[in-house]
């Protein structure tokens, strides 16, 4: 006769391990330690974004700068290709500036909150726009004064 041994394995509790990324909420403290490292990363992964987008556009396009064509349209068609390419560098350039002066602002602890009013700006316009510096509000009011500076 054969005995069946039964065994019984105990099961260890498994951890979960959250996939999902952390966002910051508003039942936390504003601007605590886990939001200043959580836009801080955000800001640096968009800065790199930007210098890998604009190297590799460098890149592709360094090929055309020894290029002269004797037609006149394919000369102005280039001259109008670089001329945009240079608008989009300088747009990237000024974009660099605003991401640096943003983690600047994490360092001295001044970001996420509004440079007229000193408010919070809030956690859903910083998510959208990380290098804004004004509540919605101050925007708003800016935007409506420079509208009215330009209508007169």
């Not at 000024?94 to 602890?109: G, H, P, Q, S």
């Amino acid at each position: 006769m054969i005995k069946k041994v039964n065994k019984k394995t105990t099961a260890k509790p498994v951890k979960k391990i959250s996939t999902k990324p952390y966002v910051p909420n508003e039942k936390e403290k504003y601007m605590c330690a886990k939001h200043k490292k959580f836009f801080t990363e955000e800001l640096v992964k968009w800065k790199k974004d930007i210098i890998k987008s604009n190297s590799l556009t460098n890149l592709l396009n360094s090929s055309d700068d020894n290029i002269s064509s004797a037609d006149m349209v394919d000369q102005a068609s280039s001259y109008t290709d670089k001329t945009v390419e240079m608008k989009a560098l300088s747009r990237s350039r000024k974009l660099i500036e605003k991401i640096d002066a943003a983690l600047m602002r994490i360092k001295n602890d001044t970001y996420g909150y509004c440079e007229e009013t000193s408010e919070p700006i809030g956690l859903k316009r910083l998510i959208a726009r990380p290098i804004a510096t004004l509540s919605i509000e101050a925007q708003e009011r800016h935007e409506r004064d420079e509208k009215i500076f330009i209508e007169d």
